[in-house]
């Protein structure tokens, strides 16, 4: 009996630790005072305001964290480095996982 307690206490709280940092994800890609993602990619990432800039919403983390760090080290260069550069410079390691997270998750609600 305890060990079926103590797996269910388990499994609430992993639930509980993935809710709240989809939402600190969610935060961080909302955000305009730092990255401001979402002014570009749209609340979803998936309505970007300028047809070049890509979708983002449901790509694969580890996809993103790429991406995202590679703008940030100044190693991706094409149309949009200048601006993803300065708005990535803004985020630690930890932010660009749980931005990451939350637009792999496709829980957009």
């Excluded at 993935?18 to 961080?28: F, I, M, R, S, V």
Aim: proline share 4%.
């Amino acid at each position: 009996m305890k060990v079926i307690l103590w797996m269910l206490f388990a499994c609430i709280s992993y639930s509980a630790l993935a809710d709240a940092e989809l939402e600190l994800g969610k935060q961080l890609y909302m955000s305009p005072g730092k990255g401001g993602c979402a002014t570009c990619h749209g609340e979803t990432g998936n309505e970007p305001v300028m047809p070049m800039y890509p979708k983002i919403g449901g790509q694969t983390e580890m996809y993103l964290v790429n991406q995202m760090k590679d703008y940030q080290l100044k190693k991706r260069k094409n149309g949009l480095f200048m601006s993803m550069e300065i708005a990535m410079k803004h985020y630690s390691d930890e932010d660009i996982r749980l931005i990451a997270r939350y637009l792999a998750s496709g829980n957009f609600k």
